[in-house]
Every structure is written in structure tokens, then in C-alpha cells.
């Protein structure tokens, strides 16, 4: 267990972050308004050389040949850089935390696994001599099957996207292909649902488009250490990048950052530096490596399409019995911070709601498409846009309010989550009470004066006997099997009933936790901090 010692600066710190309704100015707010922030592409360094990079035309293929000789000979070339001469030629950013195998050259040497995938690195004095000499490299490829849809990927025979991982999943700490959430009996609960709806979403990818491209300068400096601007948004995880790559011990770089001009996780990856750094050094010059426009529309890391499944079993009176998800996470190529976000995502599956019954399963999926990467809220967002359209067509299923119906199923404190961790500071029924009166949107009386601190625990803390395996549904009677349109539902309204009583009276309202020394739970390490 982590236990950050707070005590240390606790005469240098503030915890009062209630910052809603006040003035405060972000700490680089003046030079950002009056143009004087400084970004890394503002150092002109003398002597500095460019770097480009020759992309791969083919989605999947292996690759015959490679001929720089015309290029070698093209004005202004100081240095042609290609897969064996990168030191460590296999990476992915969370093997330096011990989750999930190298898997993705700096430059491709035997095969290419998406289009636009980095095969030669041409140094030169000047960007158009780089472009002039990219354009004299060729390649010649043996076009391999693609595949480009996740549930295709993980057909049998489907075609090998990453040789590290054969069956085109990620596999977790060696043992698992994907993440599993089990509780209580789901296929059982369904059975005996009064409506049962299935749907599918799909998400598609999704390019953060900063103002400032993906980039890097890197410099020679005095005992041997190379000076790095980097538009980076994870300066520490990227000095430890590239020690990997390039095998040097990371204190052999100094790292500028701070200052990025716009990112929203799409420059987590270390994408430029390795090269930048590895230009540097077999030229002795300052490199300068950034992502044209083009580049980083097409080739730079998007956030990933997730496809999503969603099967609920709702009551009648609207209580959530069942749900069952099964979501796929488009990895693209190589792993990047997928795998990561397909964790997240499976912490996330019930959604802000009690349900008793909840089976999940989450794959990280490779295909012949641009590997991707985080962007806000990965993992959590599209699940979120998945679970709230669903909610939305049960309350319209059953003939409930969406508001009302949300209310009904929110956790409480007390409750049980499918995770096996009692819910506490929830907020989520008074979240949707203010909503509802900001938006002038009706709900009954019963619905406003329901709070988050009561009515939970008691049967809805209960831990429900598991079902180890899944099985067939039997088919009930009773059951109404349906299919989701926008029309208004066929079924006869029925006032919502409150839900059932407590099986003990429910616990007295805790007095409020603060929100900082709450201790938190990290789904990769399986650590408590705080």
C-alpha cells in the first residue's frame, strides 16, 4: 500500500481547492495571452539539421527491400537512419512499468503493420532537401492480408497484425486476453427481466488536431548529455523512452518542456524524441523533428474506436437487474496506452448505478490501423456515451422520466458495486436534481427530496453469489424480448414504485469525507494511494 506522507509540505500547501466561482489566473495565463510563452519550436539553434521520415504506403506488408542509395546521394543529406541503427528498436510506453511487452519499432525492418508507419529517417541541412530525398527512397513490399475491424481480428485465421501478440489481443500479465468483471448472475437475471434491450455503439477514431504538432529538438551538449525541446506531455515518461531506445542511462538528457500548444493526451507518446536525439548524436548537430500538419492529422496517435455492446434486463417498476458489456478497444498496430484504457474501462462498466447483476468483458484488439493513443477520459468516455444512450432508451422503454429513471438506479451511499467496493461520497442523484431544475425539467416529488446519502446499503450492499461461467439464457414467458426504436414505447405506463426496502434499515449518513486524503484504488498496479 502507497501512503504519500502530506504532512511533509503541509505548511507549503493549500487543500482548499474550492476554486468554483473565483478569479484565479492560470499560472501561464499572461504569456500565453500576450504571445512571450515559449515553445519548442521557437529555438533556433545554430547549425540545426531537420529530420523527416519516409512512411509506409501499405497498410500490412513485409518488406523486400529497402534502397536509399539515390538518397544517399541527394543535396543536403548528412545522414540516413534506419531500423538497425537504433539501438533498442522495440518499445511501448508502459513496459517501463511493467505492463505489457515491447511490441513497436522506432522504424520498421521487416514488415509494416499500418500505413504511415515510420520506415527511414533522412538528416538533413534543410526540411525541403529532407522531402527531396525522402521522395528518392524506395521500398518494395510484399502486400500481406489487412485487417481493419476488431471482431474480424479475432476470428480464427484472421491475419497476424503483431507478431508479439499472436491472437491479435493484448494479453495481460502474461495470463489473461482480456478484462473480466463478474458479478452476481447476469444471464439468470435476464431470464427473468421484464424487458431485455440489446444495442450496439461504435465509436470512431479521433484526431486531437493541436494547434502545435507533435515535436523535437534535440541539441549535443557539454559530457557527452543532449539538451531536448519537446512539445511532450510527459516529460518524465519520455526521458525514460528514449534511455530505452536509444540505451543510455536517462540522465544523459536534459528535457525542456512544460509549454505545449495543445495535447489532450495526444502527446503522451514519445513519437519524435528518439529520433530527434539519435540524429543528434550521429551528426553531432542540433535535429530538429516535427510532425507537418499532414502527419499529425494521418499518422499522428487518435483516440481509439471502441465498439460496445450492451445488453440490460429492466423491471417494470425501472430497476436495472442485469447488464452484460462486452467492448472492444481498437488498438491499431501496436499497444501505445490502450491495454491501459481497456482497464479503465472495465472499472467502469456498471456505469454510476446499482445493478446486481453485471458480466463484462473488455479486449484490447489490434488492427492494420494507426495505433492509438490516450485522449481526455480514454477508456471512460465512450463507455460513459454507450451507458447514458442505453439509460435513455430504458427510460423510455419502461415509460419512465430519463431524470427520474437515472435517479431510481444511482448508487447510494452504502451500496455495492459490481467491483466489490462499498459506494461512498456519491453524488450522483443531487447531480441530476440540479440539472433538472437548471433546465427547468419536471420530476416528481419523491425524486426530489431522494438523496444520495440514504436508502443505500441493506439489499443493495449485498454481495450476490457469482456465476462462474456464463450460460444460455432460458426463456421466460413473462419476458418481453425487445428491440429499441425512438418511437414511443408500446408498453402501458405505470408509475415507477419506490424501490424495494432495505433488508436492515440503511446506514445513518456519513458526515462528509473531504476530497483529498480519500484513498484511491490504481487499477494497474492493484495499490491503494491517496
Not at 540522465?251 to 512544460?258: Q, R, V
Not at 543528434?280 to 460496445?308: D, H, K, N
Not at 461512498?424 to 438523496?451: G, H, M, Y
Request: proline share 7%.
Amino acid at each position: 500500500m502507497l501512503e504519500l506522507r502530506k504532512d511533509i509540505f503541509a505548511d507549503e500547501r493549500d487543500d482548499n481547492l474550492k476554486e468554483i466561482g473565483k478569479g484565479t489566473q492560470r499560472q501561464d495565463m499572461l504569456g500565453h495571452v500576450t504571445g512571450t510563452s515559449s515553445y519548442f519550436n521557437d529555438h533556433q539553434l545554430q547549425g540545426m539539421l531537420h529530420l523527416k521520415v519516409v512512411r509506409s504506403t501499405q497498410a500490412h506488408a513485409r518488406i523486400r527491400r529497402i534502397d536509399t542509395t539515390e538518397a544517399e546521394r541527394s543535396a543536403g543529406v548528412r545522414r540516413i537512419i534506419r531500423g538497425a541503427d537504433v539501438p533498442r528498436n522495440l518499445n511501448t510506453l508502459l513496459s517501463l512499468i511493467n505492463f505489457g511487452k515491447d511490441d513497436e519499432p522506432s522504424l520498421a525492418v521487416d514488415k509494416v503493420r499500418y500505413k504511415g508507419e515510420p520506415i527511414v529517417a533522412i538528416v538533413a541541412d534543410s526540411e525541403r532537401e529532407a522531402f527531396e530525398a525522402i521522395a528518392k527512397v524506395k521500398v518494395d513490399y510484399e502486400l500481406l492480408p489487412a485487417v481493419f475491424d476488431v471482431e474480424e481480428a479475432l476470428k480464427p485465421g484472421a491475419p497476424v497484425v503483431n507478431e508479439t501478440y499472436p491472437k491479435n489481443t493484448f494479453i495481460y500479465h502474461e495470463t489473461y486476453d482480456h478484462q473480466k468483471l463478474r458479478f452476481g448472475d447476469a444471464d439468470a437475471a435476464l431470464a427473468t427481466a421484464d424487458h431485455v434491450l440489446e444495442q450496439r455503439y461504435q465509436m470512431s477514431p479521433i484526431e486531437h488536431a493541436p494547434t502545435e504538432t507533435n515535436g523535437a529538438i534535440a541539441a549535443p551538449d557539454t559530457n557527452g548529455r543532449y539538451l531536448v525541446y519537446t512539445s511532450t506531455q510527459a516529460l518524465f515518461f519520455s526521458v525514460d523512452t528514449c534511455a530505452k531506445i536509444l540505451d543510455v542511462p536517462s540522465n544523459t538528457f536534459h528535457f525542456i518542456g512544460g509549454t505545449v500548444g495543445g495535447g489532450f493526451g495526444g502527446k503522451v507518446d514519445t513519437l519524435t524524441e528518439p529520433l530527434a536525439i539519435l540524429g543528434a548524436m550521429l551528426t553531432g548537430r542540433p535535429v530538429r523533428y516535427v510532425f507537418g500538419r499532414e502527419e499529425e492529422m494521418q499518422y499522428g496517435p487518435p483516440r481509439g474506436a471502441e465498439r460496445i455492446y450492451i445488453k440490460d434486463g429492466v423491471m417494470r417498476d425501472g430497476r436495472i437487474v442485469a447488464r452484460k458489456i462486452t467492448a472492444y478497444f481498437d488498438s491499431g498496430a501496436y499497444t501505445r496506452l490502450s491495454s491501459y484504457a481497456a482497464v479503465k474501462c472495465a472499472a467502469h462498466l456498471p456505469g454510476p448505478y446499482t445493478i446486481p447483476n453485471v458480466y463484462g468483458d473488455v479486449y484490447c484488439v489490434f488492427t492494420n490501423r494507426t495505433p492509438a493513443t490516450a485522449m481526455r477520459g480514454f477508456g471512460v468516455t465512450a463507455m460513459d456515451f454507450a451507458i447514458e444512450c442505453q439509460m435513455d432508451k430504458l427510460a423510455n422503454l419502461v415509460g419512465m422520466d430519463p431524470m427520474e429513471f437515472r435517479i431510481l438506479n444511482a448508487y447510494r451511499d452504502g451500496d455495492m458495486k459490481a467491483h466489490r467496493r462499498e459506494a461512498k461520497n456519491t453524488a450522483l442523484i443531487e447531480c441530476v436534481q440540479v440539472a433538472a431544475e437548471k433546465a427547468k425539467w419536471p420530476i416528481r416529488d419523491e425524486f426530489r427530496r431522494a438523496s444520495s446519502r440514504k436508502d443505500g446499503g441493506g439489499s443493495r450492499a449485498t454481495i450476490p453469489p457469482t456465476a462462474t461461467a456464463s450460460r444460455a439464457a432460458p426463456t421466460a414467458p413473462v419476458q418481453q424480448r425487445t428491440s429499441y426504436d425512438r418511437l414511443p414505447p408500446t408498453v402501458t405506463r405505470e408509475p415507477p414504485r419506490e424501490p424495494p426496502p432495505p433488508a436492515s434499515p440503511p446506514p445513518s449518513p456519513r458526515p462528509a469525507a473531504p476530497s483529498h486524503g480519500a484513498t484511491r484504488f490504481s487499477s494497474v498496479f492493484g495499490t491503494r494511494r491517496r
